[in-house]
């Protein structure tokens, strides 16, 4: 974990408990932390709630409460435990809905958009979405090698290897000048403005949303970097890659990753000039699907949530 995302994690954390314990005149002890944790997860959706209970287990360890601090670590979410109730289950937040695609006389006109603004920082990053299709963070620390090859470090690695797939990519050679080309025009503007990383990658996703805003006022859900990363896997789906190969391209360490992009019967929009080496393709850990009978009850657990209007907060206070 970098020093910035401790920072944040730690001011995530003070804040939940100033806000749900300590302005009440509750004492922050584990009980009583262990049950705001459980009494909120209805109200978040599941990534959110992890994100928070990660931030608290960081904030007690700085704080001298290892015990404490491995004790949450091992905490369940209630909404999404394999033997919640399906009162409970039915009443998981969906994920944030995302534009997951982008035509081609879509991404033109924010092409010429961007121009016309001159602004190439952004005219770079968006180079770098559509041809690599990788996670914004990822695009600002790319590698350049031989042979038309770029290595992409995984964003979302844990320390057991669980998640998140470092990864070497072949393009075509016209696709790599493109990246490559990019890629400096990014370092130079992080160099100028002495931004680190992260700040880069908010910094050109605000102006990205800006443009996209200016462009389509009324549209609900906007292109965004993640727009093209879906768009980059289903078009590997529809040209007929396999999973395992779209997992290490992706930057994924399970084939079952795949699903989330989009449907393999749909013509692709273009043909992908992008491929994994062997060795990225040989470090996806999980390479067989699930069982069909695992997807679906999955799908079933699915069609409950949109269906049902129970209220989980009165179940949960009883």
């Not at 005149?25 to 209970?53: D, F, H, M, S």
């Not at 990014?186 to 990383?197: F, G, N």
Request: proline share 3%.
């Amino acid at each position: 974990m970098n020093g910035k995302t401790k920072v944040d994690y730690i001011k995530l954390a003070t804040h939940f408990i100033q806000a749900r314990l300590l302005d009440k005149g509750i004492n922050p002890t584990e009980k009583n932390i262990r049950q705001a944790l459980l009494a909120c997860a209805v109200e978040y959706r599941p990534a959110y709630w992890r994100r928070l209970r990660g931030a608290i287990v960081t904030q007690q360890i700085e704080a001298g409460f290892a015990k404490t601090a491995g004790s949450l670590k091992l905490l369940s979410n209630p909404v999404t435990r394999p033997d919640a109730r399906d009162e409970l289950k039915a009443q998981k937040k969906p994920k944030q809905k995302r534009c997951k695609t982008v035509k081609k006389v879509e991404h033109l006109l924010l092409k010429n958009h961007i121009k016309q603004n001159r602004d190439r920082p952004l005219l770079a990053i968006l180079d770098l979405a559509l041809i690599l299709g990788c996670r914004p963070i990822e695009m600002m620390t790319l590698q350049v090698r031989g042979n038309d090859q770029i290595f992409i470090t995984g964003a979302k690695k844990t320390a057991n290897g669980l998640r998140g797939l470092d990864r070497t990519v072949t393009l075509s050679a016209l696709e790599f000048t493109n990246v490559n080309k990019a890629r400096l025009e990014l370092l130079e503007y992080q160099t100028a403005k002495q931004l680190s990383p992260e700040q880069l990658q908010k910094r050109l996703q605000r102006r990205l949303a800006t443009a996209t805003k200016q462009l389509w006022p009324r549209r609900k859900h906007r292109i965004t970097l993640y727009s093209y990363r879906h768009l980059m896997g289903s078009t590997l789906k529809s040209a007929g890659i396999d999973r395992r190969e779209i997992a290490a391209i992706m930057g994924h360490q399970s084939v079952n990753s795949v699903d989330v992009y989009g449907n393999r019967m749909r013509k692709t929009q273009r043909k992908p000039g992008i491929s994994a080496t062997s060795g990225s393709i040989q470090s996806v850990r999980k390479t067989m699907l699930h069982h069909p009978e695992f997807l679906e009850n999955r799908q079933a657990e699915r069609e409950a949530q949109s269906s049902s209007t129970f209220h989980v907060k009165r179940i949960l206070r009883r």
